[in-house]
């Protein structure tokens, strides 16, 4: 399994914005599909973004229009652009690697945290 780190959280004000890297420790040309989750205190954690091989996308709707995914297989790195952040977006972001098969999580990042203040 790929490690899987990820950078980029930090403290902003609402309608700012971060981007957030996910740097895999092997070739991640082949890992399909993988994503982005968050998890709130006291909250479940929840999928924010998916990106296949093919780079189709697919977003929670609570940020469609606001943050995008991509990756970028050549550099083995996922991004995630958070654009106009809302002081709920504040959570613990995971990088993630999910099984194409039964969409699963099958490896997990430590985690960034992202801060939004109001």
Not at 7 to 31: M, T
Not at 81 to 107: F, H, W
């Amino acid at each position: 399994q790929v490690q899987l780190v990820e950078s980029g959280g930090g403290l902003v004000q609402a309608g700012g914005f971060l981007r957030l890297s996910c740097a895999a420790s092997g070739s991640i040309f082949s890992i399909d599909p993988m994503g982005w989750y968050r998890q709130a205190p006291g909250k479940e954690r929840e999928l924010v973004a998916r990106i296949r091989s093919g780079d189709s996308t697919l977003y929670a709707d609570s940020v469609k229009g606001r943050f995008f995914i991509s990756r970028d297989n050549a550099k083995n790195t996922l991004y995630l652009q958070m654009n106009s952040l809302k002081p709920e977006d504040t959570a613990m972001y995971y990088c993630a690697v999910i099984s194409r098969y039964n969409g699963n999580v099958v490896n997990w990042g430590q985690g960034t945290q992202v801060t939004v203040s109001s």
